[in-house]
């Protein structure tokens, strides 16, 4: 958010510095519990476009007992090919972990 407690977007690149593997481990977790326990529902429906489709897949895999909190995953233009990505960067991104880009190892 541009209203970030200690990190300016506009000034310096530490704002930007955050993984795939932080939004669908961090940032997308606090949004399902946040849902949940504003609403005090047991499950939400999970609606992706493209990036958020990769990320569900991620938690999902990774944080399984987050598997009992969703009622369906429905993927709107999931990212199936990257053939026709041009950016080298984004091309990049299927072949090499996160840690990988963040710690140019």
């Known amino acids: ?3 970030h407690m ?3 977007a506009l000034v ?3 704002y930007w510095r955050f993984s795939m ?3 669908a481990l961090i940032d997308i ?9 504003w609403t005090q529902a047991s499950k939400l429906a999970y609606v992706g476009h493209s990036q958020g489709c990769t990320l569900i897949h991620m938690l999902l895999s990774e944080k ?27 091309r ?14």
């Open 12 to 14: 310096g690149q530490r």
């Open 64 to 90: 399984v007992e987050y598997n009992d909190k969703i009622s369906i995953v429905v993927h709107i233009g999931p990212v199936a090919f990257v053939e026709y990505i041009r950016a080298p960067f984004l």
């Open 29 to 37: 977790p606090a949004q399902i519990d946040y849902v949940l326990k």
């Open 92 to 105: 990049a991104q299927p072949k090499i972990s996160s840690d990988q880009v963040t710690t140019g190892c």
């Open 21 to 23: 593997d932080e939004l």
């Open 6 to 8: 200690y990190l300016n």
């Open 1 to 3: 958010s541009r209203g």
